[in-house]
């Protein structure tokens, strides 16, 4: 088999696998919408923002107006909090 053909096969080999990947992922996080409550690990906070892992590899992110509607709030949490 040539180098080219086999380079071919494992192109789509990969192909496949993220297609499968992509399938099983398909409610999360694509399906996550603007304003959406969703439960989260908070891994950082700054004055500027606090961020929220909110699982699948994926980071929420609480700054700007929000963050200082929550202002009484972050006197509250810390890193590690579940919210």
């Known amino acids: 088999m040539k180098k080219t053909q086999k380079l071919e096969e494992v192109g789509k080999k990969l192909i496949s696998v993220m297609d499968r990947l992509m399938e099983g992922a398909a409610g999360f996080p694509g399906a996550l919408k603007r304003n959406q409550k969703v439960e ?3 891994t ?4 500027k923002m606090v961020l929220i892992d909110i699982g699948a590899k994926t980071e929420g992110m609480v700054s700007g107006e929000d963050l200082a509607e929550a202002y009484d709030v972050l ?3 810390k890193e590690g909090d579940k919210i």
């Open 40 to 42: 989260g690990t908070i």
């Open 44 to 47: 950082a906070i700054s004055k």
């Open 75 to 77: 006197k509250e949490i």
